[in-house]
T-cell receptor, first 111, second 113 residues
Framework: GIQVEQSPPDLILQEGANSTLRCNFSDSVNNLQWFHQNPWGQLINLFYIPSGTKQNGRLSATTVATERYSLLYISSSQTTDSGVYFCAVAAFSGGYNKLIFGAGTRLAVHP | DGGITQSPKYLFRKEGQNVTLSCEQNLNHDAMYWYRQDPGQGLRLIYYSQIVNDFQKGDIAEGYSVSREKKESFPLTVTSAQKNPTAFYLC????????????FGSGTRLTVV
């Protein structure tokens, strides 16, 4: 099946720093999404980005589908950015689109 | 506001007991999903349902059971056959079973005591 690998596994930043999170996937996918899980466990979709680049405030994401990777950029990080960032890809299996998650990047932003 | 409600937030289970986790959505989504999250790992799919009265096993269905009698509800039972049930359980829904537009609940943390 499709493998999703995220790096780095852990990241510690000072407030105001920039960072890049990476997601590699092993096969062609229908789409790719980035999620943020806050310290209380709530998962929020950040981007639906099968290809190209999107921006939302201080966050932006780029997916290069032909090279099977996606990047999530966080600029001017804030303590509220802390949590786990997941990359998930969709693969069609058994009659439906199945989301396959990477293991996540755990981000801690310190004031 | 539309969303997904999971209850309880914390649940403690004794060895050998079955417990049921509740998941209710008012988004009018057709598809619902149950995921398990272990520390340091991503989400793994337990069961999913695309329509009422139909559901399919995911990657780690052993020791779990579900029902889908109503569109809004997708309860998960963790049976005594699940040997390592301590984990964080997340319910999600999406429109028409697409992989786009997932909405997640806030999760239930299950601990075996």
């Amino acid at each position: 099946g499709i493998q999703v690998e995220q790096s780095p596994p852990d990241l510690i930043l000072q407030e105001g720093a920039n960072s890049t999170l990476r997601c590699n996937f092993s096969d062609s996918v229908n789409n790719l999404q980035w999620f943020h899980q806050n310290p209380w466990g709530q998962l929020i979709n950040l981007f639906y980005i099968p290809s190209g680049t999107k921006q939302n405030g201080r966050l932006s994401a780029t997916t290069v589908a032909t090279e099977r990777y996606s990047l999530l950029y966080i600029s001017s990080s804030q303590t509220t950015d802390s949590g786990v960032y997941f990359c998930a890809v969709a693969a069609f299996s058994g009659g439906y689109n199945k989301l396959i998650f990477g293991a996540g990047t755990r981000l801690a932003v310190h004031p | 506001d539309g969303g997904i409600t999971q209850s309880p937030k914390y649940l403690f289970r004794k060895e050998g007991q079955n417990v049921t986790l509740s998941c209710e959505q008012n988004l009018n989504h057709d598809a619902m999903y149950w995921y398990r999250q272990d520390p340091g790992q991503g989400l793994r799919l337990i069961y999913y349902s695309q329509i009422v009265n139909d559901f399919q096993k995911g990657d780690i269905a052993e020791g779990y059971s579900v029902s889908r009698e109503k569109k809004e509800s997708f309860p998960l039972t963790v049976t005594s056959a699940q040997k390592n049930p301590t984990a964080f359980y997340l319910c999600a829904s999406s429109s028409s079973g697409t992989a786009y537009g997932y909405t997640f609940g806030s999760g239930t943390r299950l601990t075996v005591v």
